[in-house]
Structure formats: structure tokens, C-alpha cells
Nanobody, 113 residues
């Protein structure tokens, strides 16, 4: 059984920064690709960023250059550093063990203008 638990999000002003983390328990974290997704109110869940077990990353165009995904395999933890936040980044953010049905429960990030 895999458990993914995101950190608490929060309210931040436009232009600000926020760091999310996702703690993985009971998983084969070290050999798994991991991802971040988000779902804005009334919209579908969209891909944000992905990191392979070897550290290779890719990003959605909307966050490229502003967000950074990283991982600490020793701590079974996934991170998302979000800089230069915009109101359109407001969403519930989810971490996922890629290629599986394992998702975190999500954490709300609200960016005020």
C-alpha cells in the first residue's frame, strides 16, 4: 500500500514563492517516477511536472522557468518549488507515483492578485 501525503499549501501573493513537499510511505519511491498535478476550480486535473528516478525532469509550458521539481530519495520525499506565482496558479496540487493509481489527497494553493 502506498501513501502519499502533501504538505499544507496556503495563501500567497502574486509574485511570491511557495514550496510543497510530498512524503511517500510504503512505496518503492527510489525507483519510481513522481509527478505533480493540479486542478483549478471547475477545471480538469492537469500535469505540472515530473521527475524520473534518475532525476530527469519535464514541465508543463505554463510553469516552465518558474517551478522546480526535485526529490530526496533518502527521505522518500518529493518537492515542488514554486516561484513567481500567478493568480492562475491557484489550484489543488496533487502528487502522484507515476504510472500508478496512487495519488495524494491534494493541497490547496491560492495566489492572490
Amino acid at each position: 500500500q502506498v501513501q502519499l501525503v502533501e504538505s499544507v499549501g496556503g495563501l500567497v501573493q502574486a509574485g511570491g514563492s511557495l514550496r510543497l513537499f510530498c512524503a511517500a510511505a510504503g512505496s518503492i519511491f527510489k525507483i519510481s517516477a513522481m509527478g505533480w498535478y493540479r486542478q483549478a476550480p471547475g477545471k480538469q486535473r492537469d500535469f505540472v511536472a515530473r521527475i524520473t528516478s534518475g532525476g530527469r525532469t519535464n514541465y508543463a509550458d505554463s510553469v516552465k522557468g518558474r517551478f522546480t521539481i526535485s526529490r530526496d530519495n533518502a527521505k522518500n520525499t518529493l518537492y515542488l518549488q514554486m516561484n513567481s506565482l500567478k493568480p492562475e496558479d491557484t489550484a489543488v496540487y496533487y502528487c502522484r507515483q507515476e504510472g500508478t493509481a496512487y495519488w495524494g489527497k491534494g493541497t490547496l494553493v491560492t495566489v492572490s492578485s
